[in-house]
């Protein structure tokens, strides 16, 4: 039988869509079929040649009776989730059938941030304080030690979804309400104050292969107020930014990965302390891996699946300028009855890749989560400074005209 991959896939907006096809072809130039797994009701026409099955990807007992199904018929090697909240549940299918791959008590450490801050404090490594919102009091105690603001969030989040920073004892009362019934899946930790880097990295064997350093523009937290930037540092790394490095290829070993790819977010803080914040097992999120495959030549999601199909792959990356990438965001709430487009802002001297996920007509909300964005570009220059300028030059070209939709608010 022809050797087969499984590719869990969500084709809702489009936003995996450059991911699953590069991890397609990857496979397939090994010799590899891949086989596919969408949401129910969510057909994707890029898999229209392919085996495709369906499940509720939000129900793992209903994922993994689908994959029991999957290999039954077809000799899977490998599982592929593009997408954060799938990583557990593919790793449950893992174990399930002997399949490589992280496995659920390593797949929890990625997953988890209540595990994943207890490995990294085990692995040596400095982290927010934290504790339970068990009570209103348990949050006003912890913010008496840390000091204001804490930051509320899911343990299982991703994207700042349902996350909180709280500034005061009177905001911590009004929401309250939003997730006192699901505190048991909360946590807070301290607000940590200091210049934010992602590394995003592919492993081969439990050492890297390949590796990128970031630093973001902004605060992830304040998404509602400025469009969410990062710049590669490639060149001239301080000794900081080198320890940063060395951090995430202890930290990617000690949480047991092996062979993949991960995202991982560290805080550098004034007194030059390296501080974990978070780790995933998949490709970084929006618009990182169109960002690296400008910069770099290389799709993460695509050199990952190399990398698990031929043991004697090396991702041939190029080092090349500074490259940044920017969401596109607008102020602006209602219909849309203009919008710059992918096209036009492509045309731009500095921007090497754009992609717009709205269109006249579409219903602009404020935004709930760090991703909840209009879509984003690339750019290059020569040093940090000069790609954050050309955000600047690159946000005011893009435009968004609206009119009043019912029910919601017009900026």
Not at 212 to 234: A, C, H, N, V, W
Not at 308 to 315: A, I, K, N, Q, S
Request: negative net charge.
């Amino acid at each position: 039988m022809t050797r087969a991959i499984l590719v869990v896939y969500r084709p809702a907006a489009g936003r995996y869509a450059a991911q699953f096809h590069s991890v397609v072809a990857a496979a397939t130039e090994l010799g590899v079929r891949a086989v596919v797994l969408v949401p129910t009701g969510q057909p994707a026409a890029e898999a229209a040649d392919l085996p495709c099955y369906q499940a509720d990807l939000d129900d793992r007992e209903a994922v993994r009776s689908t994959v029991r199904e999957i290999v039954a018929a077809h000799p899977v090697e490998r599982i592929f989730p593009l997408f954060e909240g799938d990583v557990l549940t593919a790793a449950f299918c893992r174990r399930d059938h002997d399949i490589p791959g992280l496995d659920p008590e390593q797949a929890l450490t990625f997953r988890d941030k209540n595990v994943m801050h207890r490995r990294a404090i085990e692995l040596g490594m400095a982290v927010a304080r934290s504790g339970r919102p068990d009570t209103l009091g348990a949050v006003e105690e912890f913010a008496a030690e840390t000091g204001w603001p804490v930051v509320v969030k899911p343990y299982a989040g991703w994207a700042c979804g349902d996350t909180y920073r709280v500034d005061s004892a009177e905001e911590l009362a009004r929401i309250w309400p939003l997730f006192a019934d699901n505190r048991h899946d909360y946590r807070v930790e301290e607000y940590v104050r200091g210049v934010e880097y992602h590394v995003d990295s592919l492993l081969r064997a439990g050492e890297p292969v390949f590796e990128q350093l970031s630093r973001y523009t902004y605060s992830i937290l304040e998404f509602r107020d400025e469009p969410g930037g990062t710049i590669s540092r490639k060149h001239d790394l301080t000794s900081a930014e080198r320890r940063v490095l060395a951090a995430n290829a202890a930290l990617l070993r000690g949480f047991g990965m092996r062979t993949g790819v991960a995202h991982v977010e560290f805080f550098l803080r004034d007194d030059g302390e390296v501080l974990f914040g978070e780790a995933a097992a998949r490709a970084g999120g929006g618009s990182i891996v169109p960002a690296i495959a400008a910069g770099r030549g290389i799709n993460l999601a695509g050199e990952w699946c190399r990398l698990e199909l031929d043991p004697g792959h090396l991702p041939a990356a190029t080092l090349g300028p500074e490259i940044g990438t920017e969401y596109l965001s607008s102020d602006r709430f209602g219909r849309i009855t203009a919008i710059t487009t992918a096209d036009e802002l492509r045309a731009l001297d500095p921007v090497l890749d754009a992609d717009v996920w709205k269109s006249v007509g579409d219903v602009l909300a404020p935004p709930t989560a760090s991703n909840d964005v209009l879509g984003w570009y690339v750019c290059e220059g020569r040093d940090f400074d000069e790609v954050r300028a050309r955000f600047k030059a690159i946000r005011d070209t893009f435009e968004v005209r609206t009119e009043p939709a019912a029910g919601t608010p017009c900026g």
